[in-house]
């Protein structure tokens, strides 16, 4: 993937977390807009990771839209760091040790 892919997605991230957010806003419904908002993330989140990794990512995006007060974790942040920083940084790791 080129860097300009890379950063797009990062900044569809960070607006996809912000719309998980948005339920703080509006306080009277916030649970019902994380009733829907918990299925449709963790949709989303599974087209943008391919794979186990996704599947495990928008299973987690599904536990925290769903459950109260978990809303402020980043987790399309979360998981593109995983995915562009962490990820990489290890497998750098594991071609240097061989």
Known sequence: MNKE???????????LDAIGYLSFVIPVLAEFTDIVWAPVSALIMAKMYKGGKGKIAAAISF???????????PTFTLMWLYTYVF???????KIIEV
């Open 5 to 15: 892919n890379k950063y797009l997605k990062l900044v569809f991230s960070l607006l």
């Open 63 to 73: 536990i925290e839209e769903a459950m109260p007060g978990l809303d402020v974790i």
């Open 87 to 93: 990820s990489t940084s290890s497998k750098k790791e």
